[in-house]
């Protein structure tokens, strides 16, 4: 085949032109590149304000800047910043020209001796357990080889009883050994596995994970002449947070109450807060530049609210860090921001919640003490404050449901105490009572706390059998219930104690409900209960009478007894 001179020629000259534009543009970036001096900077948090949920993070760092254009590049970020929150200042007589983000897929996070440890004991065990399979699969194909070698001497002519004894022994030998061998490496697989599977649980404990990204903020910094300046950084970050629990202390009932305000916190970044000054606020980190807007506040009346466990498809809180189209969307602003990585390679938050409501005027706490968070989930205790509060002390109880009476402390002055609702450990007496919940969205200005079972108080409430009858008059049947109740003061301080009880409620026209005996109780005709307070001294017992009739048809069956649902084995 013959080539075109004129074809080779044209093809020659563009391959002049392309090479001289690359020459060219190759020469003009390397001018631009040594008219810019590129940094990088790897720089550890230095502080963090922590909201309900997302933090800010701060970061600082003194740099030298050459007189023009200086790329200053912070390295080792979190993946889980958002790029509309990024805040820059920079010290001296120098000009920020502009702010970038971007992710580094390729950096490898530096490992802790601990998890290099771990991962090493992983290929160790898994070599063992490799080796201990290649040995077994050796002894099972000598085996399978021995058991198909039945024939000996042929088909032909039969072998001598020696040879056949000598044989037999043999393979009776061989095979014991092989079995007794195979049984070894299986206790030892066994063993090795058990082991592997508790190191690889213990990783998954670390939060240990492969060559996760990290982000870089880079910065375009002019300046004038050669100087120093000190670069702040700040930006928001998701799955991080914070949450509230308290310590309730009452050692007896005419002491203040110790309140020991603590928060738990948890960092999921993908980078640890090692040594970190620390804020916590209840402000919303999503709140935008816009201007405020009231909305309506309707009053409405206050109902028994029980905290709710958002579900996993409900895991991010309020309307922020929702997941979007193939990207994780924040609503950080009231335009739709887009973090850089793909949803599917965020890891999800390990961290439940759980839907509370706060004030309107945001709370801030400054921690006296520097904490260290590491990036795996894990809630770690802040101590935030204490407090002693007066309380008023009163009893109750419901004899009915629970012949045990509850010490119950009554604080008022609470709302200065920028309390958000959340679980509280009680002690009383120096030991541990349970568990309670305080709510803080109650107009009252009086909180009660539960404060547990006090046995110091009795309370005993008895069927009066004598008392109790079941009559028929006419078409109707008429039963009669009577029952006394004894409250008594074991204490050697006066105690105010409230006690309930209730009648039943009637509901059809033709069913009929009597107080008999109520011992001047308060009565609420609407919900049928019954209270009854008293100021009880030391060693004073109050015995109260409680009887009442229920009339209802002959041809009737009423549920004159309450009763309760329990789990009972079936056999």
């Known amino acids: 085949m013959r080539h075109n001179p004129l074809f080779q020629k044209q093809i020659i000259n563009k391959t002049k032109i392309l090479f001289s534009l690359f020459v060219l543009l190759s020469g003009s970036n390397s001018f631009a590149q040594t008219n810019e001096t590129v940094q990088e900077v790897n720089t550890p948090v230095q502080s963090v304000i922590i909201y309900l949920y997302g933090a800010e993070v701060s970061q600082n760092k003194m740099v030298t800047l050459n007189p023009g254009r200086n790329k200053i590049t912070f390295i080792n970020l979190s993946p889980k910043l958002d790029s509309k929150s990024i805040q820059v200042s920079a010290s001296g007589n120098v000009s920020i020209l502009a702010i970038s983000d971007a992710i580094n897929y390729m950096s490898n996070q530096k490992e802790s001796n601990r998890i290099k440890q771990l991962k090493d004991s992983v290929t160790i065990l898994s070599d063992g357990i490799t080796l201990a399979n290649n040995d077994k699969d050796a002894f099972v194909t000598e085996k399978n080889m021995l058991l198909k070698n039945e024939s000996i001497g042929g088909t032909d002519k039969g072998v001598a009883i020696a040879e056949l004894k000598l044989a037999a022994d043999f393979y009776r030998v061989r095979i014991k050994e092989i079995n007794a061998e195979i049984s070894k490496l299986d206790k030892r697989n066994y063993s090795l596995q058990e082991t592997l599977n508790k190191v690889n649980q213990q990783l998954d404990e670390l939060d240990s994970k492969n060559n996760q990204p990290t982000s870089e903020i880079s910065i375009l910094i002019s300046s004038t002449a050669k100087t120093t300046s000190t670069i702040d950084l700040k930006y928001l970050v998701s799955d991080a947070g914070w949450a509230p629990s308290y310590d309730l202390r009452a050692e007896d009932i005419n002491q203040p109450i110790e309140l020991k305000y603590r928060a738990k916190v948890y960092n999921n970044t993908g980078i640890d807060w090692n040594d970190i000054k620390l804020k916590l606020s209840t402000a919303d980190p999503s709140k935008s530049a816009a201007k405020p807007e009231l909305l309506p506040w309707d009053l409405t009346y206050t109902s028994t609210y029980k905290h709710r466990e958002i579900s996993n498809k409900e895991n991010a809180p309020s309307a922020a860090y929702q997941s979007g189209e193939g990207y994780m969307q924040n609503s950080i602003s009231n335009s739709n921001t887009f973090s850089t990585i793909p949803k599917e390679q965020i890891e999800k938050p390990k961290v439940s919640f759980v839907e509370i ?62 309390l958000v609702e959340g679980e509280a450990n009680v002690y009383y007496g120096g030991t541990f009572v349970g568990q309670s919940y305080i709510y803080t969205r109650s107009a009252d200005d009086t909180l009660d706390l539960s404060l547990g079972r006090d046995n110091k108080v009795l309370v005993t409430r008895s069927k009066v059998k004598e008392y109790c009858t079941k009559k028929y008059i006419g078409n109707s049947t008429k039963e009669t219930f009577a029952y006394e109740m004894l409250v008594k003061n074991n204490r050697k301080t006066p105690v105010q104690i409230e006690v309930e009880d209730q009648l039943p409620i009637s509901t059809q026209s033709d069913v009929a409900v009597d107080a008999i005996e109520i011992s001047k109780a308060e009565y609420d005709d609407k919900t049928g209960k019954l209270v009854w307070k008293y100021n009880l001294q030391p060693g004073e017992v109050k015995k109260i009478e409680l009887s009442f009739s229920v009339k209802y048809p002959k041809t009737s069956k009423i549920n004159t007894q309450k009763y309760r649902s329990a789990a009972s084995p079936s056999f």
């Open 357 to 418: 409501e706060i004030a309107e005027l945001s709370a801030e706490f400054d921690i006296k003490t520097n904490y260290t968070f590491p990036s795996d989930s894990k809630p770690y205790l802040v101590d935030v404050t204490e407090y002693k509060l007066p309380a008023t002390f009163q009893h109750f109880s419901a004899p009915k449901l629970d012949r045990d009476a509850f010490l119950l402390a009554r604080i008022t002055g609470w709302e200065d105490l920028d």
